[in-house]
Nanobody, 124 residues
Framework: QVQLVESGGGSVQAGDSLRLSCAAS????????MGWFRQAPGKEREFVAAFSWNGNTYYADSVKGRFTISRDNAKNTVYLQMKSLKPEDTAVYYC??????????????????WGQGTQVTVSS
């Protein structure tokens, strides 16, 4: 089964940058199907960024222009470059592998594989 491991989280101040990594191991999985979600305390898991079915990028409005999703197929790794971080970006960030394509890539229910999450804390 696909195993996803996030890394790169930490505590930063508003305006700083972080790059999260998600390494896939075990069963091979196309990086075209990878995406990022986040969950803040007391809130539901929300979509952040993903690749669409054709490899184009797809972003939540809240992060568009600040976050960039990228991939390294040779390393089976997907990245989330986060810039101009805001306190409202504070959350546990999860990478996920998409297994259904009936909706936009923003639907958590369409992802069958999830990492353990990495904490991102942004202070003002």
């Amino acid at each position: 089964q696909v195993q996803l491991v996030e890394s790169g989280g930490g505590s930063v101040q508003a305006g700083d940058s972080l790059r999260l990594s998600c390494a896939a191991s075990g069963r091979t999985f196309s990086t075209y199907a990878m995406g990022w979600f986040r969950q803040a305390p007391g809130k539901e898991r929300e979509f952040v960024a993903a690749f669409s079915w054709n490899g184009n990028t797809y972003y939540a409005d809240s992060v568009k222009g600040r976050f960039t999703i990228s991939r390294d197929n040779a390393k089976n790794t997907v990245y989330l470059q986060m810039k101009s971080l805001k306190p409202e970006d504070t959350a546990v960030y999860y990478c996920a592998g998409r297994t259904a394509y009936y909706n936009t890539p923003a639907e958590a229910k369409d992802y069958g594989y999830w990492g353990q999450g990495t904490q991102v804390t942004v202070s003002s």
